[in-house]
């Protein structure tokens, strides 16, 4: 019994040794310095501002270790002897003496021939223990885009490329006064200045910021921000005196315009005009071919036997054609002038259901468009568009068929 609990002793022990000493046992802790960058003549002082945002992006992640040390890679290099160009030997010595696990170096070298200048920036991830360099990367900065937003944001993509970081959500703000407070929902996360304030690894979805000073309106934000992205914050204040007070007030969602939507009465409409407008066309092609009929040669003839205001179909079809025809007509010309007037009969019954049909349905989808269109936007708003401009439901539809035609009347008013 008493040798389990030496084993077990001497395990925990062991583990523990194995998880709070570097070396062999463990991951040994990063310690890494950021050496000032060489730089061609012109390149002084971008050289020296985007050295400072490499050591604010190593300094913002805990993980790195930053050592706080500011020296150049060109003073160590004389202090060491090394050639013009550090070797690895000469960087493992320098990052020795700097008790640093790794070491991120770099030159500035104009890109372009005049001023204002572009500048390429070549960085280096120098492993001490290995003696080699880990990785190198590639950066060109724009003579437009040499603006503190943009140098912090190719200094930051410098170090995720160098230690192979996924793409970090990120949240950028800045405001136009130093020593605000900033708050993330219901967090202080840090305050304005000079610089933007980065917001690295934030939680993906909906989010609220708020800047707020003492003698200032506060600045508040809904955002929501997706896995991998980044939102920029410009957050400017102004005296509270200028705007009200500076209370915290609940962000008001702005009130999208409601879509008018086409109501099914204007679709009815739309297609019983059409349908009316179809069956006057068919009555009007029944008004053709009635005239068509009216001058047949046959009934043209018989017109000139007839008595003088006698319709030509009504003495035909009398049966006694001699007394309303003096001039006599034969048998087959009789039969001839019978059949046409029978067909106009027809044709003339089915121009005017037509025409009335059509006068009917257009006229309801006259209706039904003019209250759709008019009525759009629900209950409530045709409440209050009857109440101005009355009711388009007090409109009476009156059909009126005739035996020439049709009509519809509209009573009311709109």
């Avoid at 002793?9 to 990063?30: H, N, R, T």
């Avoid at 190593?58 to 040390?69: D, I, S």
């Avoid at 793409?167 to 407070?181: D, K, L, Y």
Wanted: include cysteine.
């Amino acid at each position: 019994m008493k040798n389990r609990w030496a084993v077990a002793i001497g395990a925990i022990a062991v583990l523990s040794f194995w998880l709070v000493s570097p070396g062999s046992y463990g991951e040994e802790k990063k310690k890494t310095t950021v050496l000032g960058f060489n730089f061609e003549s012109g390149g002084e002082t971008f050289a020296e501002t985007f050295t400072s945002e490499i050591r604010g992006a190593v300094e913002a992640r805990l993980y790195l270790g930053h050592t706080g040390k500011t020296q150049d890679l060109e003073q160590l290099a004389l202090a060491f002897g090394c050639p013009e160009t550090p070797d690895p030997a000469c960087l493992k010595d320098i990052g020795a003496g700097l008790d640093s696990t790794h070491l991120i170096y770099g030159v500035v070298k104009k890109a372009s021939s005049k001023p204002p200048y572009s500048f390429q920036i070549e960085t280096h991830l120098f492993i001490v223990a290995s003696g080699k360099i880990e990785k190198t990367t590639s950066l060109l900065i724009p003579a437009d885009k040499q603006g503190t937003v943009y140098l912090q944001e190719g200094a930051d993509r410098v170090i995720a490329e160098l230690f192979n970081e996924p793409p970090s959500t990120t949240i950028i703000v800045q405001s136009n006064v130093p020593g605000a407070e900033i708050m993330l929902d219901e967090d202080r996360v840090g305050e304005t200045g000079s610089d933007p304030l980065w917001l690295r690894n934030v939680e993906p979805g909906k989010h609220r910021i708020i800047v707020k000073k003492e003698g200032y309106k506060i600045f508040e934000k809904k955002i929501e921000i997706k896995k991998g992205t980044r939102v920029d914050i410009d957050a400017p204040l102004l005296k509270a005196e200028e705007s009200g007070t500076g209370e915290v007030t609940p962000i008001v969602e702005p009130i999208k315009p409601e879509k008018k939507k086409l109501g099914w009465k204007v679709w009815a409409g739309v297609a019983a005009m059409a349908a009316g407008i179809g069956m006057g066309g068919g009555g009007i092609y029944f008004s053709l071919e009635t005239d068509k009929q009216n001058k047949t040669d046959a009934l043209t003839s018989a017109r000139s036997k007839v008595m003088e205001n006698m319709d030509v179909c009504d003495c035909y079809k009398s049966g006694n054609v001699t007394s309303c025809a003096p001039s006599g007509a034969s048998a087959q010309e009789i039969s001839d002038v019978t059949s046409i007037c029978d067909k106009k009969t027809s044709l003339m019954a089915g121009q005017i259901a037509l025409y009335s049909l059509g006068a009917v349905i257009g006229g309801v989808g006259i209706y039904f468009l003019v209250d759709g269109l008019l009525h759009r936007g629900g209950k409530e708003k045709k409440k209050e568009s009857d109440e101005e401009t009355g009711s388009l439901h007090d409109l009476n539809l009156v059909p009126t068929l005739t035996t020439t035609g049709g009509a519809l009347s509209v009573v009311g008013s709109f």
